[in-house]
């Protein structure tokens, strides 16, 4: 889920399991494509140039594969939800050699995509129809290097995708250094994102959080970026990045992301969870 889009004229409109997505291009850019789903961008996709992030939270998880082991080494990487492969495009690029699997359940969207936005020429990469945790659960053990949790159905995190059952069995599919990420949004005072990092600090020994700080602060609805591993994240040079990138955000880890958690219990599978829905006017709705 990203910021507002761009709104030219009347775009694309396709029929997609999960409902209506649309395809807008991007006046300023020539290779860009904004995909919406129910109205929600979901991707932003520069054809031209698969380094260039426009939505703010993929610019924060980009910092934190471009921190991962050496630069430009290659890695085996998950996705959870696929969308337009921002993200897989991105590594494809900068991490030349990197194997890749992405997990979408919605194959209209898998086929738009593969249409409209190819992925053929994109190296490394495989889409499989599934969802999340049926993907993950046939994974091999420590077979990855980073599993990426960035699904959303329209504007809403799937709840089944935020359990702590579901980040152990994602952890377990992680090598000894590997990195859990997700994309998480939320409002006012954060209640299900506090539960989010709560449950992704339960699971791995060190854990961050980063996002703008206005949404930090629980004063609007945005995306916030928690990462998790068994071994040191590269923290300070998140920090630096977070600090003096194009788009400013904190990071929280140790004991300020101990007070951003407290009172918060992890989530758990069977109990009744609902992921927050921004307000209409986050993407320009009446």
């Not at 129910?38 to 992030?53: F, H, K, N, R």
């Not at 969802?131 to 599993?147: F, I, N, P, S, W």
């Amino acid at each position: 889920m990203g910021r507002k889009a761009r709104h030219g004229p009347r775009a694309n409109i396709y029929a997609i399991d999960g409902g209506e997505a649309e395809l807008l291009r991007d006046a300023d850019r020539d290779g860009g494509w904004m995909l919406l789903v129910g109205g929600v961008p979901q991707s932003y996709v520069d054809l031209s140039d698969p380094t260039y992030l426009d939505f703010e939270y993929m610019r924060l998880m980009a910092d934190v594969v471009d921190c991962l082991g050496v630069d430009g080494e290659a890695f085996d990487a998950v996705h959870i939800g696929g969308a337009g492969c921002t993200l897989p495009r991105y590594i494809a690029a900068t991490r030349p050699g990197s194997r890749q699997v992405v997990l979408e359940p919605d194959a209209g969207l898998v086929a738009l995509v593969r249409e409209q936005l190819p992925v053929k020429g994109v190296p490394g990469l495989r889409i499989r129809i599934t969802d999340g945790r049926t993907g993950v659960a046939a994974l091999a053990d420590e077979a990855d290097d980073l599993v990426v949790m960035d699904a959303f159905a329209e504007a809403s995190m799937p709840p089944e995708l935020a359990t702590r059952e579901f980040v152990l069995d994602a952890a377990r599919v992680l090598r000894p250094g590997g990195v859990y990420m997700a994309n998480v949004a939320d409002g006012f005072r954060l209640p299900f994102a506090r539960r989010v990092a709560a449950t992704v600090r339960s699971v791995f020994r060190h854990t961050l959080l980063m996002g703008d700080p206005g949404v930090l602060r629980g004063r609007r609805f945005g995306n916030l970026i928690v990462a998790g591993s068994r071994r040191s994240l590269p923290v300070a040079e998140l920090t630096r990045r977070a600090a003096g990138g194009a788009a400013r955000a904190r990071l929280l880890d140790g004991g300020d992301l101990a007070a951003f958690c407290a009172g918060s219990a992890p989530l758990h599978d069977g109990e009744e969870i609902v992921a927050p829905v921004p307000p209409p006017q986050v993407f320009g709705k009446s």
